[in-house]
């Protein structure tokens, strides 16, 4: 069964710092993987979708990278904000079975102004 | 604009009376899904529908009923909510197995 974890679970950082989440998953039998942002008691909101024939998507400050066979993503972001302080969330598709999407339990990112 | 919509957004409710939360999407998905997200757990599946007619359970689907009459609506339907059910749901939408899921605002329930 897939399962997905994200470490760290929480982190705080000063304003203007560049940093990375992590994402690692057991089976590499993907179709793709997205990372999302939820802000408390909120929705979420989709940040970037890899494909599992992609090695990386980028979109503004934001950079998610994937390397199916070791089972890991990273997602960048540079010259961190205070608004960039949410809950990241990293979720695997898997091919078998009817499960459409495996989420980790999530990064808490605060940023210090 | 492209969107999932969710009501209720918050909703108290007492054991046993049964209730529906509402979605729909406007995007002509093909697949839409229920999670449900607790403190530590995570967001875990409820149901999940590849079709009009076509549903599955997911991994905690124990309490809930879904149904698929039209392609744009997923109603998630609590026949008997139980306090343990007290949680924040989304819903999701999906074109189709390779693309990017859609979320909804979410629906606080409360169950007391």
């Known amino acids: 069964k897939q399962e997905v974890t994200q470490i760290p679970a929480a982190l705080s950082v000063p304003e203007g710092e560049n940093l990375v989440l992590n994402c690692s998953f057991t089976d590499s039998a993907i179709y793709n993987l997205q990372w999302f942002r939820q802000d408390p008691g909120k929705g979420l909101t989709s940040l970037l979708l890899?494909?599992?024939?992609?090695r990386e998507q980028t979109s503004g400050r934001l950079n998610a990278s994937l390397d199916k066979s070791s089972g890991r993503s990273t997602l960048y972001i540079a010259a961190s904000q205070p608004g960039d302080s949410a809950t990241y969330l990293c979720?695997?598709?898997?091919?078998?079975?009817?499960?459409?999407?495996?989420f980790g339990k999530g990064t808490r990112l605060s940023v210090i102004a | 604009e492209a969107q999932v919509t969710q009501n209720p957004r918050y909703l108290i409710t007492v054991t046993g009376k049964k209730l529906t939360v509402t979605c729909s999407q406007n995007m002509n998905h093909e697949y839409m899904s229920w999670y449900r997200q607790d403190p530590g757990l995570g967001l875990r599946q409820i149901y999940y529908?590849?079709?009009?007619?076509?549903?599955d359970k997911g991994d905690v689907p124990e309490g809930y009923k879904v149904s698929r009459k039209e392609k744009r609506n997923f109603p998630l339907i609590l026949e008997s909510p139980s306090p343990n059910q007290t949680s924040l749901y989304f819903c999701a939408s999906t074109r189709g197995e390779n693309t990017e899921a859609f979320f909804g605002q979410g629906t606080r329930l409360t169950v007391v």
């Open positions: 529908s590849m079709n009009v007619e076509v549903t």
């Open positions: 979720a695997v598709r898997p091919h078998s079975g009817n499960t459409p999407l495996v």
């Open positions: 890899i494909q599992s024939s992609q």
